[in-house]
T-cell receptor, first 112, second 113 residues
Framework: QKEVEQNSGPLSVPEGAIASLNCTYS??????FFWYRQYSGKSPELIMS????GDKEDGRFTAQLNKASQYVSLLIRDSQPSDSATYLC????????????FGQGTTLQVKP | GAGVSQTPSNKVTEKGKYVELRCDPI?????LYWYRQSLGQGPEFLIY????????DSGLPNDRFFAVRPEGSVSTLKIQRTERGDSAVYLC???????????FGDGTRLSIL
């Protein structure tokens, strides 16, 4: 079992729809969770961080964390073609050394 | 600088050669990380510095890989006797301190022929 798992996709949604990206993790002691966006040929860009159970909203993005289920998700409302990218879920494990453990990423395609 | 700076942006070299990759973190960030990303995969952790010391080097694949951060700012990742399997994008990230959000540089694309 991988430490952080994501469906590789591609996930295809029409413009204006809600895109839902999911991630599960195996280390129950994990405390910090991040979503990065990565355009093709570019480096990861931090878009959301979440540390406690529940929802955290920032503009069109909402991160959701459920530690009991070891599940973190990212919702993108009013999806735009410019949101088309790979979304990486990253976790700092229970050892808390600061290192990020990444999933393989989910490719999102937003079709006009 | 405003962001994490990595040089060179691209490096092509022959198998068996030695390479150095440089990372200049965001000013004031005490934590610095190196990752490696292969096509279609998420970044894979290599090493984490807190200040000048390597706090966690558990991700270095073997003893051909070494990294330093002598003054607690710029870091250099060194790869000896390069192999074709070392070809990847090497990413550097920094954060205020360990555990806080990390910000990535543009990466060095390393190609071993």
């Amino acid at each position: 079992q991988k430490e952080v798992e994501q469906n590789s996709g591609p996930l295809s949604v029409p413009e204006g729809a809600i895109a839902s990206l999911n991630c599960t993790y195996s280390d129950r002691g994990s405390q910090s969770f991040f979503w990065y966006r990565q355009y093709s040929g570019k480096s990861p860009e931090l878009i959301m961080s979440i540390y406690s159970n529940g929802d955290k909203e920032d503009g069109r993005f909402t991160a959701q964390l459920n530690k009991a289920s070891q599940y973190v998700s990212l919702l993108i409302r009013d999806s735009q073609p410019s949101d088309s990218a790979t979304y990486l879920c990253a976790v700092i494990g229970g050892s808390n050394t600061g290192k990020l453990i990444f999933g393989q990423g989910t490719t999102l395609q937003v079709k006009p | 600088g405003a962001g994490v700076s990595q040089t060179p942006s691209n490096k092509v070299t022959e198998k068996g050669k030695y390479v150095e990759l440089r990372c200049d973190p965001i000013s004031g960030h005490t934590a610095l990380y190196w990752y490696r990303q292969s096509l279609g995969q998420g970044p894979e952790f290599l090493i984490y510095f807190q200040g000048t010391g390597a706090a966690d080097d558990s991700g270095l694949p073997n003893d051909r890989f070494f990294a330093v951060r002598p003054e607690g700012s710029v870091s250099t990742l060194k790869i000896q006797r390069t192999e074709r399997g070392d070809s990847a994008v090497y990413l550097c990230a920094s954060s205020l301190n360990g555990g806080t959000p990390q910000h990535f540089g543009d990466g060095t694309r390393l190609s071993i022929l």
